[in-house]
């Protein structure tokens, strides 16, 4: 039998789709494995090129198959899809994986440790804290907006106002509605001190990095963005440049361009969604102290701003602290401030 030189699987739970293809593309064996017969299959395989959808397990499975001396590359599901001949069904998807990996300019994702999934979970755990405790506040303002009280939407108001509103029996809530503020302010009390407890183990892995502690320097970049990034990116040679890392980050704008017909719209959004909000909130923040700064930097951005209107501002900050990050990991240096 012809040697595999590529080897293709659509991952999934249980049942996996693997497509072969020899070094000139030809098709040498479609196969369907169970679970518990990837590992041994592939094991037996000699050293060839594997791809996968960057998709759940994905990470797991490389660093598995990467044991077994395979060079594996991992690409995003939409640079897939455009290589889907006929119908969708798990053999036209492994066969369009073969193809996509098969071109010379094909993006990969970057195979992750353990060390950085472990990170990231802690991110996206009190990402997810963070999002129901911001539900649950909303939900407080509008039971009592339902009787005619209303205060501002910020965190803290809610922590001073609503104890005081619920024991103050002159205004019109029933000792039910009484009784479900106490308890929805206790469960903001324990989503508190959850979210504390991720921000602890965030901040003692950034003191333990110094690639973090040379991020954090930048205006705008705090020890939670910085940890995010330095996880999520993992070798930031996979990236040729600044520019590349923010269109990687989605940070550039998309183009419906033909001929001489240039058209820039707004930006991709691809990419981590969360690594580019930690962005753009920094963004917002350097934005937002920039009249108190006298540096090229900040002055640079109010005159964006003036120019191009706050929003457009913000997401040219967000690109650039992008650009900055890369060269500080890619490079090694330390950060330099405007002046």
Request: net charge positive; charged share 25%.
């Amino acid at each position: 039998m012809t040697e595999c030189c590529f080897l293709a699987i659509d991952l999934a739970k249980n049942v996996f789709q693997l497509h072969g293809a020899a070094a000139d593309g030809s098709v040498v064996f479609r196969r369907r494995l169970m679970r518990d017969q990837l590992p041994e299959f592939v094991a037996k395989l000699p050293p060839c090129v594997i791809a996968m959808e960057a998709c759940a397990s994905a990470h797991h499975w490389a660093r598995e198959f990467r044991r077994f001396g395979h060079d594996v590359r991992l690409i995003s599901p939409q640079f897939v899809r455009t290589f889907v001949k006929g119908s969708k069904n798990d053999g036209n998807d492994a066969e369009a994986i073969c193809e996509a990996m098969q071109r010379p300019n094909m993006r990969f994702v970057p195979v992750k440790t353990i060390e950085q999934q472990d990170v990231q979970g802690l991110h996206r755990v009190r990402s997810r804290l963070v999002s129901e405790r911001t539900a649950l506040v909303c939900q407080i303002r509008g039971l009592l907006a339902e009787r005619g009280i209303v205060f501002a939407k910020a965190l803290t108001r809610v922590r001073r106002e609503v104890p005081v509103i619920a024991q103050d029996l002159n205004n019109p809530l029933t000792p039910i509605l009484r009784t479900m503020l106490a308890e929805l302010m206790d469960e903001l009390s324990a989503l508190d001190v959850r979210i504390k407890g991720f921000d602890r183990r965030i901040d003692a892995v950034f003191q333990s990095n110094e690639a973090c502690q040379r991020i954090a320097r930048i205006e705008g970049v705090d020890t939670k963005t910085a940890k995010a990034f330095v996880a999520a990116i993992g070798d930031p040679h996979e990236f040729k440049n600044g520019r590349h890392f923010a269109a990687w980050l989605g940070l550039v704008p998309r183009q419906r361009s033909s001929g001489d017909r240039k058209l820039l719209m707004g930006i991709t959004k691809r990419g981590d969604k969360y690594l580019r909000t930690l962005l753009v909130h920094g963004a917002q923040a350097v934005l937002r102290t920039a009249p108190k700064k006298n540096d090229a930097k900040h002055a640079w951005a109010l005159e964006v701003a003036s120019r191009r209107g706050a929003p457009k501002a913000i997401v040219a900050i967000a690109n650039k602290m992008a650009r900055v990050i890369w060269v500080l990991l890619a490079k090694k240096e330390v950060y330099r401030p405007a002046v």
